[in-house]
């Protein structure tokens, strides 16, 4: 059973009656008269695509230009929106989504049809993933060539249909604004994820004198806000009962505005909190309630309290196998209260006693109102708290040693304020810059979590710099971690950064390795170091430089304070390339498909 009840290759919903389209239009044109001042009226598709963009508050566009996308750009030329033209359209992808992230609006990216939809896969699975708002807008060969293998053809939705909560071959340029509205309607409610329109060039080019509709959701899809009041009663009677309770906090957290409710829930009972990484900044990690992240890198104490609770909350969260490990050896002695907004994740991965469908807001104020008095946790919360004396985050950096990576994410966390948004690409950087980093806000942390994306920081970054400054947020530092071998993935998207004299801050954290592959060759592979030893990069300081961005290298412990401050307070992209210990490994340690309890501190204990 999914959220959706038709599948997202299903036939188009019929077009609107005669007279819900002329509410729709009345309503828009009325719109358009009480703004500053009239728009030119609709005469294409792609005209149509743009207005409905604007519709529904769209400012920022991600993309790059192409023949079939052409009509389109065309159209927004014309309009108030800003688009940026990234590199490469994976970085489109990666910025739309983070631009979603920060936000809650769905990013909305473009490309052309062939290599720049099929570029765009990447980042739209990324955002399927992690459950994300975003909208894709591809151009396609006319429909008449359609199946003939014509330039730059690609069956974009059969290839997208699987990494989409919806998609859509636009038929009709009098249909074709409402399909895009219907898009970012889906893309932001309930589950969010990635929708996508493909346009083909006739359609747009087609024309056309009706103005979009208002975005509307289709008739078949229902959302279930508010769990079922007998099996919120039988969750509250079980969470009151606990006596080591648990509440774990997933993205849904985040995505569903619930991190008011969930901190107001976890200090009204007193119950210790845990995340998943994507929950990063939903529970203030200096809370003294707060065990922080759990899973394969999790802190020890919040991988104890998962293995040892007897009532598990869990709210917002899939259970994928990087927080679980292996489910057999997951919370065993626990009674799983799942709440989720999507039917299909519960009892997928981890069996729920008591499952609550439906929004985490909702749900969390309802089994507020169902509990009668706190757990009697008092034993358990003095427990976890042991067990955070006895398995500290910490690690050893003598002076004599090459810089800790580590040293150098607390620096960025005390150099910032706590509505810094950090991004990151993927690998030890990434566990880094979760595990060292003190997260108290929501929207402030921006990764990629379920596709596990390499090169996901830069372009992620000037997304959230964009959101950021939409939201008014002008003074937030952002600052993108990466490794050296993410950063050469996708570091070209520093000339956008550049030219659009976007302030972002990026932390290479060179080791000359693909890092995490490093690790896991030297503990299970006998230390043989196949394709993932550089043994040379190329001086990352001077590349930014040739882009026009300030460049800074550091090898010292005494060099870091100063980078740092310069490369935060500097009016634009800088990065900087920290020579950092090549040997150094990211701890705790879970096994792939291990017991959570029984984490790693060091390699000899895997």
Partial sequence: MSERATPATEPEPDVPAEDETADAQATTEEATDA??????????????????????????????QGGAIMPVYDAVFDSEMTHYMMAHEQAAAHAADAYGIVSGAPGVCMATSGPGATNLVTGIADANMDSDPMVALTGQVPTELVGNDAFQETDTTGVTAPITKDNTFAMDADRVGDDVGEALALAGTGRPGPTLVDLPKNVTKGETDREP??????????????????????????????????????????????????????????????????????????????????????????????????????????????????????????????????????????????PLVGDASTVLTQLDAAIDERPPATKWRATCKQWQSEYPMDYAAPEDEPLKPQFVVEAYDAATSDDAIVTTGVGQHQMWAAQYWTYTEPRTWVSSHGLGTMGYGLPAAIGARIAADAEGKADAAVVAFEGDGSFLMTMQELAVAVRENLDVTVAVLNNEYIGMVRQWQDAFYEGR?????????????????????????????????????????????????????????????VPSGGDNGQFALAEDQL
């Fill in 529 to 589: 170091h196949t394709a993932s030893e550089y043994g040379w990069c190329p001086d990352f300081a001077k590349l930014a430089e040739a882009f026009g961005a300030k460049g800074i290298a550091v090898e010292d412990y005494d060099e870091v304070a100063d980078a740092v401050e310069a490369s935060v307070a500097y009016d634009g992209p800088a990065v900087v390339d920290f020579r950092v210990d090549p040997a150094e490994n990211v701890y705790p340690m």
């Fill in 35 to 64: 703004g500053d001042g009239e728009r030119t009226p609709v005469t294409t598709g792609a005209q149509s695509v743009v207005r409905s963009l604007e519709n529904e508050g769209v400012e920022h566009l991600f993309g790059v």
């Fill in 213 to 354: 509709g208002a975005a509307t959701l289709p008739d078949t899809y229902h959302v279930q806000e508010r769990a079922p009041a007998e099996d919120v009663r039988d969750a509250a009677r079980t969470i009151e009962a606990a006596s080591e309770p648990v509440l774990l906090l997933g993205g849904g957290v985040i995505k569903g505005e619930a991190t008011e409710e969930a901190r107001a829930f976890a200090t009204e009972y007193e119950i210790p909190v845990v995340t998943t990484m994507p929950a990063l900044g939903s529970f203030p990690e200096d809370h003294e309630l707060s065990l922080e992240m759990a899973g394969m890198h999790g802190t020890g104490y919040a991988n104890m309290a998962l293995t040892h609770t007897d009532c598990l909350i869990a709210v917002g969260c899939r259970f994928d196998d990087r927080l679980t490990g292996g489910v057999e050896t997951f919370a065993p002695d626990a009674e799983v209260v799942h709440v989720d907004i999507d039917p299909a994740e519960i009892s997928k991965n981890v069996e729920a006693d008591h």
